[in-house]
């Protein structure tokens, strides 16, 4: 948890509201990705990232290698979004490796 | 769609004995990892391959074995389950450089209570 930091650590929504979470990185990586992890426990990939900006439908994420952090953004929240949001950054000492970070928790409340 | 099960889904051991999780994948993919997931540490890293044949020391390694006879499955081995490894167990698969540009695709879990 220590060289992938998430924020906030919970948050709870009003459905249709506006979200953003944070992953700190302070171990060299070369691309992020980005999990859903939903109440009956299945993890479902939501993004793979090198440096630059994705989108999918209301979620959108960006990399920034530079300054070392990745964002995920929630539009307009409903509550099938609720679950655990985990960010995994690549080590980029052994590529084959991800480490992830302690996850945010979201619930989106009707 | 990338396939990865995992068995059992749920297993109940008794402090001493022999515990083996298996992970079958249908992706092809040369890279799988066995992950544990407990409240506080998220998702830590206890083994993992780069293909058959091949088996890597993760994060928290010490109390298991892995082992990757082909491909497609990866096992997780408790030769002496303690208490202390009551946890869920995630299998996942990728492929670095492949199609799936490096995607990591996760089973469903197994729940192991150590009693």
């Known amino acids: 948890g220590d060289q992938v930091k998430q924020s906030p650590s919970a948050l709870s929504l009003q459905e249709g509201t506006n979200s953003a979470l944070r992953c700190n990185f302070s171990?060299?990586?070369?691309?992020v990705q980005w999990f859903l992890q939903n109440p009956r426990g299945s993890l479902m990939n939501l993004f793979y990232?090198?440096?630059g900006t994705k989108e999918n439908g209301r979620l959108k994420s960006t990399f920034n290698s530079k300054e070392s952090y990745s964002t995920l953004h929630i539009r307009d929240a409903q509550l099938e979004d609720s679950g655990t949001y985990f960010c995994?950054?690549?080590?980029?000492?052994?590529?084959?490796?991800?480490?992830f970070g302690l996850g945010t928790t979201l619930q989106v409340q009707p | 769609e990338a396939a990865v099960t995992q068995s059992p889904r749920n297993k109940v051991a008794v402090t001493g004995g022999k515990v083996t999780l298996s992970c079958n994948q249908t992706?092809?993919?040369?890279?799988m990892y066995w992950y544990r997931q407990d409240t506080g540490h998220g998702l830590r890293l206890i083994h993992y391959?780069?293909?058959?044949?091949?088996?890597e020391k993760g994060d928290i390694p010490d109390g298991y074995k892995a082992s990757r006879p082909s491909q497609e499955n990866f096992s997780l081995i408790l030769e002496l389950a303690t208490p202390s490894q009551t946890s869920v167990y995630f299998c996942?698969?990728?492929?670095?450089?492949?199609?799936?540009?490096?995607?990591?695709?996760f089973g469903a879990g197994t729940r192991l209570s150590v009693l």
């Open positions: 171990i060299a990586t070369t691309t």
């Open positions: 391959s780069y293909g058959a044949g091949s088996t």
């Open positions: 995994a950054a690549e080590d980029a000492g052994n590529t084959r490796k991800l480490i």
């Open positions: 990232l090198v440096p």
């Open positions: 996942a698969s990728g492929d670095w450089g492949g199609a799936s540009q490096n995607t990591l695709y």
């Open positions: 992706n092809n993919h040369n890279n």
